[in-house]
């Protein structure tokens, strides 16, 4: 009975020295564990002499290096009072004596605010993320708007110049056929021009025989009677 009351009694005083050790903290737990991984403080009492040898965060500040692990939301018993779905961060602490580790100080610090505040900064930044990308949408399908209607105009101006390109086109070909055709006239004009005048040189060369071969003297003058042309008969 002496010792119980003895033992309850140490724990109680270092309940008191460590509530005001981590009053001004986010500390809301802590263990001690001997170099065996017994726990032989602990604000949850019946975790006092549990053994927790293997455990990783144990080990490691054996080792002499301090391990932190995440304890998502959960009941915990503090200095104060039971904690229910807080979030904690859990850090082993070696405890030295000399240059040897004679024992592992574990804390628990309540980061439930923090992942709250973390979690609305993420709300916000997803709400911004969705109106920037909303925003940035409507700029973008003001952009492709605006660029069919230049494209639409621009479509536009081109047909109605390739319309005025077919128009020039088919009365350059108009003025092309009618040239073409008075060459073709001219050309028909002057080949019966040609034949004619052949026929008329062939006459004349055959009324110049005749005369020349007649055998009548034949006497050609102007109007003055002057002789221009005698046969040979002459």
């Known amino acids: 009975g002496s010792k119980d009351v003895s ?11 460590g509530l005001h050790l981590v009053r001004d903290l986010y500390v809301v737990k802590g263990k001690f564990y001997d170099k065996q991984g017994t726990i032989i403080y602990s604000t949850s009492a019946p975790e ?16 002499g290096e301090v391990r932190s692990q995440l304890t998502l939301a959960g009941q915990y018993s503090t200095w104060e009072d039971v904690l229910e779905e807080n979030d904690l961060v859990s850090s082993f602490i070696p405890l030295y004596l000399g240059n040897q580790v004679e024992g592992v100080f574990e804390l628990y610090y309540d ?7 973390l979690s609305q900064v993420r709300n916000l930044a997803i709400v911004f993320s969705g109106m920037a990308f909303l925003l940035l949408y409507f700029i973008l399908f003001f952009i492709v708007r605006r660029a069919q209607q230049l ?8 047909v109605s110049m390739l319309g ?3 128009q020039i086109n088919a009365s350059l070909e108009m003025r092309v056929e009618e040239r073409t055709r008075r060459y073709v006239e001219i050309n028909r004009y002057l080949g019966r021009e040609i034949q004619e005048r052949r026929r008329t040189e062939t006459e004349l060369r055959k009324l110049t025989r005749a005369v020349e071969q007649s055998p009548v003297s034949v006497i ?10 005698v046969n040979p008969r002459f």
Do not use: W
């Open 151 to 158: 494209i639409s105009h621009q479509n536009s101006a081109l």
């Open 111 to 117: 980061v439930s605010t923090s992942f709250k505040e």
């Open 164 to 166: 005025h390109i077919r």
């Open 7 to 17: 033992f309850h009694s140490i724990r109680d005083s270092l309940d008191y020295t």
């Open 220 to 229: 050609i003058t102007d109007l003055q009677n002057h002789i221009e042309y």
């Open 48 to 63: 006092i002499g549990n053994n927790q040898k293997d455990n990783p965060g144990f080990v490691s500040a054996m080792a």
